[in-house]
């Protein structure tokens, strides 16, 4: 379906300023391994990471004043693991004030969107929510147990505990089903994001862009739900930015000067797949070769076919574009998409046409812990 209408974003406000000020943390942590002499690329990178998820979310909710700030906060810090800029203790001293800056930022406009709040909600951590389900599932095997050692009486006392037995384990099954649909929410939560980011972008680039969205009616598990809106940013804006090209250019190739953006939501087996469409320009196999020689990731002489050569694109780092924007050309993207699915358990795949467009599939487990017994 073709997207109609788009709900307020003020409903994503909170779990943005609770992903933000995590983010925020991870970067103080960050920076106290840099000023203990950890210089690795890894530290760095982790840091800088964190602060550009906090510039994605913050330009895809219309956080303007911290969506600048973090550019300029990460234009630094690109510098600095780059190399350009030495870790001193003066440098890192003014990260830590830049990114004191950040918090103060985030409590502001936290504060300042703040209204008598909206539906009540809380936040509840998925270490919780599994040790319920931890206990429902001991529920469960304790009451089989207990129907085991009653059936075999005959006895009118043995009757009617035979009879609190079923209705106990009728209430066992419906507290299953119920501690199991909590754990579940509906992609839409993070799906209903990304339309002002294409508008967004497409303004900026000069570019038309259509964003359909399928199948946001779909559950996924809570954790995975809160983990999964940086990628699947990193994807969309990459679609826009890199796939998808100029109306001229679209003509002179014969195509609608509209592009389009299709992201797609469905169960596959015994999990969720997530899939990423443009029909835009495909990869550009002989650009990422040569880059990717450049930095030597590969030899000159290495004989590797298109798939492989896409591969590539997923290095921390990489990147074709020469001049950075506040959109893309920073390296940070795929990177994040493959640590971020990974850690959830997932798989990423990519397929490239010239001329037709890409794709990008996140398979995902659809709940991130086993599911409770149902039979003994």
């Known amino acids: 379906m073709r997207v109609q209408s788009v709900p307020a974003l003020q409903e994503f406000h909170e779990a943005f300023f609770e992903e933000a000020t995590e983010h925020v943390a991870a970067v103080e942590a960050g920076l106290r391994h840099v000023e203990a002499g950890a210089t690795d690329a890894e530290t760095l990178n982790a840091v800088f990471r964190a602060v550009h998820s906090v510039k994605g979310l913050a330009a895809t909710l219309g956080f303007g004043e911290i969506a ?49 709040q909206e539906s009540a909600t809380i ?15 001991d529920v469960t095997i304790t009451q089989a147990l207990v ?9 009118a006392r043995s009757s009617e505990l035979r009879d609190a037995l079923t209705s106990l384990d009728r209430c066992t099954r419906e507290l ?18 990304f339309p002002r980011l294409v508008r967004d972008a497409a303004t900026k680039l000069g570019k038309q862009v259509r964003l359909e969205l399928i199948g946001e009616e779909t559950e996924l598990d809570a954790g995975t739900i809160e983990r999964i809106g940086d990628p699947l940013t990193h994807l ?35 999990g969720v797949v997530i899939q990423i ?46 001049e ?17 699915i990974e850690a959830l358990n997932g798989t990423v795949s990519l397929a490239s046409a010239p001329g037709r467009g890409s794709r990008v599939r996140l398979r995902l487990p659809l709940t991130q812990r086993t599911a409770l017994v149902t039979e003994l």
């Open 68 to 116: 600048t700030f973090t550019h300029e906060f990460e234009s630094v810090l690109d510098r600095v693991r780059s190399g350009a800029v030495q870790p001193t203790s003066e440098v890192t001293q003014m990260l830590h004030r830049a990114n004191g800056t950040l918090r103060d930022l985030l409590s502001a406009s936290r504060t300042e969107g703040a209204t008598p």
């Open 123 to 137: 936040r509840v951590s998925t270490e919780k929510l599994d040790e319920i389900v931890a206990l429902v599932g």
């Open 147 to 155: 129907s085991r050692l009653v059936g075999g009486g005959d006895s």
């Open 176 to 193: 299953q089903d119920r501690v199991r649909s909590v754990r579940l929410l509906p992609v839409a939560a993070v799906f209903h994001r």
């Open 236 to 270: 969309v804006r990459n679609a826009v930015d890199h796939g998808l090209e100029t109306p001229a250019e679209r003509l002179s190739a014969g195509k609608d000067a509209t592009g389009t953006v299709t992201l797609r939501v469905f169960h596959e087996g015994d």
């Open 277 to 322: 469409d443009d029909d835009g320009r495909g990869l550009n196999t002989a650009r990422i070769r040569e880059r990717a020689i450049e930095r030597n990731l590969i030899g000159g002489n290495d004989a590797l076919d298109d798939d492989a050569i896409h591969q590539i694109i997923f290095a921390p780092g990489f990147s074709t574009v020469t």
């Open 324 to 340: 950075v924007s506040d959109l893309s050309g920073r390296g940070v993207g795929m990177d994040v998409v493959k640590r971020s």
